[in-house]
């Protein structure tokens, strides 16, 4: 299962994500999402665990918690949907709606 983690720190590192998530379960991947330009840390991360069970346990205790004086937002994220490209034109457009899509497609209450 993949799992949104919102409102990082930008000091927030891999590691510091892995730590927290490892205590519920194995984690498979943690993508941190920078920016594409200058590297910088967008904020957000998503963080696929192996055991649907192990991952709900994180997300029911670590949603609103601090991590580096910041409150994170952690949910479940939404199936991905899978976009067509008409044109080499519209294919800067589609890069930045997959990235702002990444941002929004979660399942947060």
């Not at 205590?23 to 993508?31: E, M």
């Not at 665990?49 to 994170?72: C, F, G, P």
């Not at 890069?95 to 209450?109: H, L, M, N, S, Y």
């Amino acid at each position: 299962m993949v799992i949104y983690v919102g409102n990082l720190s930008f000091d927030v590192s891999q590691r510091d994500l892995s730590e927290r998530f490892e205590q519920y379960g194995s984690v498979t991947s943690i993508n941190m999402m920078k920016d594409e330009i200058s590297g910088n840390p967008l904020g957000f991360a998503f963080v696929e665990m192996e055991e649907e069970s192990a991952a709900r346990q994180a997300i029911a205790r670590l949603d609103r918690t601090r991590i580096k004086d910041r409150t994170v937002i952690v949910c479940e994220t939404a199936p991905r949907r899978e976009r067509r490209r008409s044109s080499k034109k519209s294919e800067a457009h589609e890069k930045k709606a997959v990235a702002e899509d990444a941002a929004t497609e979660q399942v947060c209450f």
